[in-house]
T-cell receptor, first 113, second 115 residues
């Protein structure tokens, strides 16, 4: 079946440095790629998303890039802060449907003081 | 608007029992999805309901079922519980149809423990 692979599963970066999380997808028809952040004990929340007709999108310190040819997309967080510590999930629509999304397994990001 | 709510928040059951979890979506949202979250497995999609119809289904056994009512509230049922069903069950509602493009608004989850 269709799949979304996410790497790494755990990432530790020094406060102030950048963090990059990468995802690959298998369904060439995927056209919507959201990223969710889940802080400890809280529910996942959408932080940024990108559609297939866009190669990059930025929102303050976070950005997402999409390479449709290679079927991978990445989340970039610059100038990391303690509050960035969380689990991040990438996702993609599948089966040529806008209403069907599958998630990656998540990346636990630790921001070190 | 009030957020997505789930009841109960915590549940302890024994193997072989069945359980029903409830989810109330954000007012006006017609799509409700259910996910199972376990350490290392991320968010695994169970199923999605839209206007009382199951529109999408994940790769879970038939012991997992759900339904949606006319007011968009949804229930998920797990029969013949197994130890491996212990997890956080999240539901998410989506506005579907407006510019939000299927953004999932998650509830706080129901923590199910099977003994």
């Amino acid at each position: 079946g269709e799949n979304v692979e996410q790497h790494p599963s755990t990432l530790s970066v020094q406060e102030g440095d950048s963090a990059v999380i990468k995802c690959t997808y298998s369904d060439s028809a995927s056209n919507y790629f959201p990223w969710y952040k889940q802080e400890l004990g809280k529910r996942p929340q959408l932080i940024i998303d990108i559609r297939s007709n866009v190669g990059e999108k930025k929102d303050q310190r976070i950005a997402v890039t999409l390479n449709k040819t290679a079927k991978h997309f990445s989340l970039h967080i610059t100038e990391t802060q303690p509050e960035d510590s969380a689990v991040y999930f990438c996702a993609a629509t599948i089966d040529n449907r806008d209403d069907k999304i599958i998630f990656g397994k998540g990346t636990r990001l630790h921001i070190l003081p | 608007k009030a957020g997505v709510t789930q009841t109960p928040r915590y549940l302890i059951k024994t193997r072989g029992q069945q359980v029903t979890l409830s989810c109330s979506p954000i007012s006006g949202h017609r799509s409700v999805s259910w996910y199972q979250q376990t350490p290392g497995q991320g968010l695994q999609f169970l199923f999605e309901y839209f206007s009382e119809t199951q529109r999408n289904k994940g790769n879970f056994p038939g012991r997992f079922s759900g339904r949606q009512f006319s007011n968009s509230r949804s229930e998920m049922n797990v029969s013949t519980l197994e130890l491996g069903d212990s997890a956080l069950y999240l539901c998410a509602s989506s506005p579907w149809g407006d510019s939000s493009y299927n953004e999932q608004f998650f509830g706080p989850g129901t923590r199910l423990t099977v003994l």
